[in-house]
């Protein structure tokens, strides 16, 4: 017996701390930007940096931005490719979609991944497809990750930083924050 309110007391202490963190994490208010000269927009808390702009080896435009608020950082990258996709069928972008996602990974040096949520779409853009994820990197960091595709476009949205994000609602509003431009 003594056990079991001794983990009845552990349980109410870990619920305790992860309502003390969660409540000195601001919750941003979020706001439509612009996405560099992409013509794509994002709903984004305020003060997140102006875009760079790079290219790829294919020419493609990639946009990138990072903001840090409270240990997390939400990130934004834009690809907008140097030819469309016109005549690709929504699963083959979803593909695409995916395996730009896996070169990510690599990049970020993720050593864990819940695996991929396939079939997410968008309202306002009916051609377009989403693919959500959850990775885990070599420094423990975890990330929420989304990425957008229609046959110009494709829009990763990230919040990382150690452990998860503690108000869920805003990072659903977050990720599924991407616009695509014309």
């Known amino acids: 017996m003594k056990s079991f309110a001794t983990c009845l007391a552990l349980l109410g202490f870990s619920f305790f701390l992860a309502a003390q963190t969660a409540s000195t994490i601001k919750v941003p208010r979020l706001s439509k930007m612009a996405i560099g000269q992409s013509s794509c927009s994002a709903y984004f808390p305020q003060g997140m940096p102006d875009f760079e702009l790079s290219k790829s080896e294919d020419d493609a435009e990639v946009y990138t ?14 690809v907008k490719f140097s030819e469309a996709f016109d005549d ?26 819940a695996g991929y949520g396939r079939g997410h779409t968008l309202e306002s853009t009916p051609d377009a497809r989403g693919v959500l994820d959850y990775w885990e990197d070599a420094d423990g960091l975890h990330y929420a990750v989304k990425g957008w595709i229609n046959p110009k476009y494709i829009g990763i ?24 431009g014309e």
Do not use: W
Not at 158 to 175: A, K, R, T
């Open 65 to 78: 931005s990072d903001l840090e608020l409270d240990g997390f950082h939400f990130a934004c990258i834009t």
């Open 88 to 113: 690709a069928e929504p699963e083959d972008l979803e593909d695409l979609l995916i395996g730009y996602m896996d070169y990510l990974k690599e990049q970020f040096g993720v050593t864990d991944a």
């Open 157 to 180: 949205m990230l919040l990382y930083g150690e452990g998860e994000y503690p108000h869920f609602n805003l990072q659903q509003m977050y990720l599924d924050g991407f616009r695509f």
